[in-house]
């Protein structure tokens, strides 16, 4: 699709969509005018974030545990088949 093509259809669709994607639409152009990239994970609580680090050390150090074995474990704790 051409700029102008692309330029037309969102002018159109601008008055359609929801509060919430105009939200989004406005930080995604803010972030792209502003030339920084944008990262989810900046915008998460301070516990979560923790959270991941944490897990993701986990996983480098390789102190993690398959899901097979997670579920085996799991239905034998609550007798689950």
Known sequence: MDNTKLRAKWQKSISEVDEDFLILIDEIYESYRNHKPSDFFDNLPDDI????????????????????????????KYNVK
């Not at 102190?63 to 085996?72: G, M």
């Open 49 to 76: 974030q923790n959270l991941l680090l944490i897990s993701k050390k986990q996983s480098d150090d390789h102190q993690t545990s398959p899901h097979s074995e997670v579920v085996k474990e799991i239905r034998a």
